[in-house]
C-alpha cells in the first residue's frame, strides 16, 4: 500500500483522532481547489458598481450603530456616571413634546453632565438627537427641523442642550 516504510509506521502509531483531522484537512483542500464554471448557474454572483455601493453603505451603517451601542452600553456601566447616565436616558426616552421646558431645566441642574469629558457631553447630545429624530418621525413631521441662523425662531430643544453642552456640532 505505501512504499514508504516511516510513513506506514507513522499511518500505523498515529492517533484516530489525529488521522481524522488530517483526512478533513485533505478533504478542505480538495474543495478549496479552483472551481470550473460551466454554467451561467454555477456562477457566482457579482454585484454591479451600485449594488456594491449600497451593500458598502449599508456594511457601514451596520458597523456604525454597532459601535453607537457598544458607547451607550458603555456609558450605562461608567465607573463614575453610570447612575447619572441612567437616569438621563430615562429622562430623554420620556421626553414628549409637551416637557421640553421642564428637560431643558434638568439639563441646567446637572452639573456632572456639565462639566462633564466632551466625550461625554457628545454622547449624551447624540442620545438626545437620537430621541427627538424619533419623536419627530413618529409625528410625521421632517426629522430634523433647526432654526434658521439669524432669524427670529427661537432655538430648538435640540440647539438648547447643545449650547448649555458646549458641543459643537
Do not use: C
Amino acid at each position: 500500500m505505501n512504499d514508504n516504510p516511516f510513513e506506514a509506521l507513522a499511518n500505523e502509531q498515529m492517533a484516530i483522532a489525529t488521522k481524522r483531522k488530517l483526512e478533513q484537512s485533505r478533504a478542505r483542500a480538495e474543495k478549496k481547489q479552483a472551481h470550473i464554471v460551466q454554467s451561467e448557474k454555477d456562477a457566482p454572483m457579482i454585484l454591479g458598481p451600485q449594488e456594491q455601493k449600497l451593500a458598502d453603505q449599508s456594511k457601514q451603517a451596520r458597523h456604525y450603530r454597532a459601535w453607537k451601542k457598544a458607547e451607550f452600553d458603555a456609558m450605562a456601566k461608567h465607573p463614575l456616571h453610570y447612575s447619572n447616565w441612567n437616569e438621563y436616558t430615562a429622562r430623554v426616552l420620556d421626553l414628549t413634546p409637551d416637557n421640553t421646558n421642564e428637560f431643558v431645566g434638568y439639563i441646567a441642574k446637572q452639573r456632572w453632565l456639565l462639566e462633564a469629558e466632551i466625550s461625554i457631553r457628545r454622547l449624551a447630545l447624540s442620545f438626545l438627537a437620537n430621541r427627538l429624530i424619533r419623536m419627530r418621525l413618529e409625528q410625521g413631521l421632517a426629522p430634523l427641523d433647526d432654526s434658521l441662523p439669524f432669524s427670529d425662531e427661537p432655538p430648538t430643544l435640540f440647539e438648547t442642550v447643545r449650547t448649555l453642552l458646549r458641543v459643537l456640532t
